[in-house]
């Protein structure tokens, strides 16, 4: 059995320099002026219970790799999955083959921001429990016993529970003379209570706030979460959201809890930021950006105190590795410093493009089979200096509502306009919490809204919460990030009654 | 390299479980991406993986071990096996468990999976190139994706069945903006085949939606009359049918449950001749023809794997018929067993003409092109919020006049079907949101008369 936090032997016993030596030599032969070559085991387990009972206990297992040639100034990519030395020189000619075909429509020279070599480095993500070593009937078990514990309440008609776990090696080698081996775990439990109110016609469900993590099974034993609490509380806040009533649409003032906070710097901060996008890269898919690198340094994005970082380097955050997609060594560096734009989310073939000196690291493909694009790092708010907490927040506030946990959001495609909901919504009166009301969402645009923040927590109330599942880029990949914020107040914000906008 | 059939019998002969399911996926893909009038990322990818379904009977019930490895050796898919043998004998009692399926081996079993590379590009990428080169001298710039893919599903039971499916798929997506990115313009399509596109023709349209945009008119929030283009219909009618599990509305979780206990089948959702419904005979829209599922989920089994899908009206003249199941939740709701299909038609009884006529009838009404992150927002009355994307044009005595600005919307495709005033004939469509995960549709063009608007997005 592996020792917590060393790389698998099971993928360091597979021939990673060997192949990968031999696409570096074969990029050689075509005179490529950068290849790299990437070797990965996912491993993937879902178990999902409903009403207690298993129903999904599935296992992924993809090992494959990819070559990355610049010829002629043109990218060529190509990926395969049989570990042979014939099949990577095939891999390889594939990739030299692509950058060809591309080379007669493709105006911009490719070229890389430069990065020091890192030669035989290696990187495990902090945790202490693999959950690829817990036997499934133990972490069954454990679903199943939590969801009992929600089904006992009277207000519970039923339960789903799951845990997604993913354990990701990366094998790294480019022309340069980085190779790199890391190993991550990541895991996120979910629970979810669902009751109905016949006499009124409703039903609703409410979910576990507990966030994502880039830890091991330590987390459902209760390292870095109070399991207990959550579980306790849980199936009450379920029965009040069904007898709550509805909102009255209107302006009020929002304040916002991390667990709901974290999706909307996600989509209005975080997404708007990547460069990618800003210069339009998305343009046919996720989207672009309303902040465009001329307005890097005078952009006013929100209030002045808004600080937002960027980093790889947070321990336990997703987007966390020690070296990224380009053979980068991953940072940490500010986003908007005193409410104003100064920096974006960029990777090597960009920071050279627009002249921003080193990349920030933020290379990333999801899978052996796709190539790597700038995704999202840890994009984070920080907490003010004082010990301000979510209650002094909630005093200054005569008429308005606290927001917890995520739910539905949507944002369009210049990261203007958006539109979240909450787990709960409890009515905010004369300083004080009032109670649930129900189908209210917020509505904003970003700089608005973030111009509208007038107090930001302390260091106490900062949480990290994130998401397994962003989407980006064509062929759509899915990636794994963290945002830590702490609760912050926002100032007259608009609010809908879904039921309403429904027409009812 | 062993042939898949090869390392099926592989799987199957290794196995010590009671029963065995194999299904083994060869793709092969190729794709082409550019934006500001370059292309920026390509990629030719293969893959073969194989999930492998152990089924150990025991006193409480039979249990399974799932497991999906990419795997290309007999001693990968040897050791996939024993692992998911493994996996089953420690596993607790599925509760979806049930006979695995039994038959024989199918017509055309034997043929090679199909293959596609980056050749199959090479009249496209031309044509883009010279698409490139007009948008240049235009001073406006083109974004956009190709794919061709080709998928060959392999699947096989310890009970003596062999199933073969090979599923091509094509689709591109154009975006278009003036150098001065105060408009957005795309145009979209799939199908089986690269060939079927014409860049020149997407092009052509391409220009004519960007020519429209060249006079604004900003519009204020509200309810308007509002043409949504088969794609749109798409966006909004796919979401649906995700919703359609018949074991959660059942369990009182979705706009099909009915509130007093029980699900809404049976009940009129739409107006009169809306039908809705799968077909993976269809031609040009064809999809497998049997089940294939390597997870369980609240809709479809692992144990259903191989069961035969043929027709399925979701919705028939209005009446909601069915909701997806597998066995065991056809039995837990006391539904039928109605399997989801890889392909959504959507129609209405008697109606004529394209999205064109729709402008031409109208007096005064928006022309939607797509619209962009859907997500629920209320799964009671399946509330839908979301954004107009890439052109919403405003139309006046039967003819698009200029462009307006985008909105967030507000608004549940179950209720749009019982609330449209114009429909068209159902075509090939292509969805913006969901089309490059579920590409296979067929819808009307709708009219709405008071589609909600709920406020202005300034994305342009």
Not at chain 2, 267 to 278: E, T
Not at chain 2, 324 to 340: F, I, K, M, Y
Not at chain 2, 407 to 416: G, H, M, T
Request: with cysteine; proline share 5%; charged share 20%.
């Amino acid at each position: 059995m592996p020792t917590s936090r060393a790389v698998d032997p099971e993928f360091l016993a597979l021939p990673l320099k060997r192949l990968g030596d031999t696409a570096l030599q074969r990029g050689r032969d075509f005179h490529a002026e950068h290849t790299d070559f990437r070797l990965e085991r996912l491993r993937t387990q879902r178990l999902t219970l409903r009403d207690g009972a298993l129903i999904d206990a599935s296992e992924g297992d993809e090992t494959g790799f990819a070559v990355r040639v610049i010829i002629d100034g043109t990218w060529g990519f190509a990926a395969g999955v049989a570990l042979t030395t014939d099949e990577v020189v095939r891999v390889t000619e594939q990739a030299v083959r692509m950058a060809m075909v591309a080379k007669p429509i493709s105006t911009e020279r490719i070229e890389l921001a430069t990065e020091p070599v890192y030669r035989d480095k290696t990187w495990v993500s902090a945790y202490e429990v693999n959950p690829f070593e817990v036997p499934v009937p133990d972490k069954v078990a454990l679903l199943a016993q939590w969801s009992e514990r929600l089904s006992a309440h009277a207000a519970v008609d039923h339960v789903s529970a799951s845990v997604n776990q993913v354990s990701e090696n990366k094998y790294y080698a480019d022309s340069a003379g980085t190779t790199t081996t890391q190993q991550r775990i990541r895991l996120h439990p979910s629970l979810e209570a669902y009751g109905t109110d016949r006499e009124r016609g409703i039903f609703d469900s409410m979910r576990s706030t507990a966030p994502p993590v880039g830890r091991g099974w330590e987390y459902l034993d209760g390292a870095g979460y109070d399991w207990d609490s959550e579980l306790a509380a849980l199936p009450e806040h379920l029965a009040e959201k069904l007898a709550a009533p509805s909102v009255s649409a209107g302006s009020y003032d929002l304040v916002i809890d991390p667990s709901n906070l974290w999706l909307t710097i996600h989509e209005s901060i975080g997404h708007a930021t990547e460069l990618d996008r800003a210069l339009g890269y998305e343009a046919n898919y996720a989207g672009t950006s309303f902040a465009t690198p001329d307005r890097l340094g005078t952009l006013h994005y929100g209030s002045g105190g808004m600080h937002v970082t960027g980093d790889r380097t947070f321990d336990h955050g997703l987007a966390t590795v020690g070296y990224d997609d380009d053979g980068v060594a991953t940072q940490q560096w500010d986003i908007v410093k005193d409410g104003v734009l100064v920096g974006y989310q960029t990777d090597r073939r960009m920071a050279a493009l627009m002249g921003l000196g080193r990349s920030n690291g933020c290379a990333f493909a999801d899978s052996p089979g796709h190539i790597p694009i700038q995704r999202m790092a840890n994009v984070s708010l920080q907490p003010s200096a004082g010990a301000v907490s979510t209650a002094d927040l909630i005093a200054g506030v005569d008429h308005g509502l606290y927001v917890v946990g995520d739910k539905s959001w949507s944002i369009d495609m210049q990261r203007y306009n958006f539109q979240f909901t909450g787990q709960r919504f409890f009515a905010i009166r004369d300083g004080k919490l009032a109670g649930q009301v129900r189908d209210a969402a917020y509505q904003a645009t970003t700089t608005d809204f973030w111009g509208s923040m007038d107090a930001v927590g302390g260091p106490d109330t900062w949480v990290l919460h994130g998401a397994f599942n962003c989407g980006k880029a064509q062929p759509g990949q899915v990636a794994p990030v963290s945002h830590g914020c702490p609760a912050a107040r926002f100032r007259d914000i608009r609010i809908l009654n879904t039921t309403s906008e429904a027409g009812r | 390299m062993p042939t898949p059939q090869a390392l099926v019998d592989v799987a199957l002969e290794s196995t010590s479980a009671d029963q065995c399911i194999v299904v083994l996926t060869e793709s092969s893909t190729a794709n082409l991406r550019w934006a500001n009038n370059t292309l920026t990322t390509n990629g030719a990818m293969t893959g073969s993986h194989v999930t492998v379904i152990s089924v150990v009977d025991g006193a409480a019930g039979a249990a399974a071990g799932v497991l999906t490895r990419a795997a290309t050796t007999s001693s990968q898919v040897e050791a996939l096996v024993a692992a998911a043998d493994e996996a089953a004998r420690a596993a607790a009692p599925a509760d979806d468990a049930a006979e695995v399926v039994a038959g024989e081996q199918a017509p055309g079993w034997a043929a090679d999976p199909g293959h596609t590379s980056i050749e199959v590009f090479t009249d496209f990428a031309s044509d883009l190139g010279a698409a490139f080169g007009r948008a240049n001298s235009d001073a406006h710039l083109l974004y956009g994706y190709v794919e061709q893919d080709i998928s060959t599903t392999y699947l096989a039971t310890s009970r003596g069945l062999r199933l073969r499916h090979e599923q091509p798929t094509s689709h591109v997506g154009i975006t278009g903006k003036p150098a001065d990115l105060s408009t957005s313009a795309w145009v979209g399509q799939a199908a089986e085949d690269i060939s079927d596109f014409s860049v020149g023709d997407l092009d052509a349209e391409l220009v004519r939606r960007m020519r429209w945009g060249q006079r604004k008119v900003d519009l204020p929030a509200g309810r308007y009359d509002t043409i949504l283009p088969p794609t749109a219909v798409a966006d909004l009618a796919i979401y649906a049918y995700f919703v359609s599990s018949g074991r959660d509305a059942h369990e009182g979780q979705t706009v099909f449950s009915d509130p007093q206990g029980g699900t809404r089948v049976g009940q009129q959702v739409a107006k009169p001749g809306v039908r809705l419904h799968s077909d993976p005979h269809r031609p040009g829209l064809t999809s497998s023809p049997f089940l294939t599922a390597t997870s369980s989920d609240s809709t479809q089994s692992v144990f259903d794997n191989g069961l035969p899908l043929d027709a399925t009206d979701w919705i028939a003249d209005g009446r909601l018929q069915a909701l997806g199941t597998s066995r065991h939740t056809a039995e837990l709701t006391g539904l039928g067993l109605t399997p989801l299909v890889d392909n959504l038609l959507l129609g209405v009884d008697g109606a004529a003409g394209s999205v064109d006529d729709l402008v031409g009838s109208a007096d005064r009404a928006l022309l939607l092109t797509c619209l962009w992150y859907i997500r629920e927002v209320d799964p009671q009355t399946l509330l839908l919020t979301g954004l107009t994307r890439d052109g919403v044009y405003l139309v006046e005595g039967g003819e698009v006049v200029g462009a307006v600005n985008n909105f967030r919307f507000n608004e549940s495709p179950i209720d749009l079907l019982s609330r449209f005033s114009g429909a068209g004939e159902s075509v090939r469509s292509f969805s913006r949101e969901w089309g490059d995960y579920f590409p296979r549709t067929m819808t009307p063009p709708l009219r709405i008369p008071d589609f909600n608007m709920s406020s202005v997005s300034q994305a342009s």
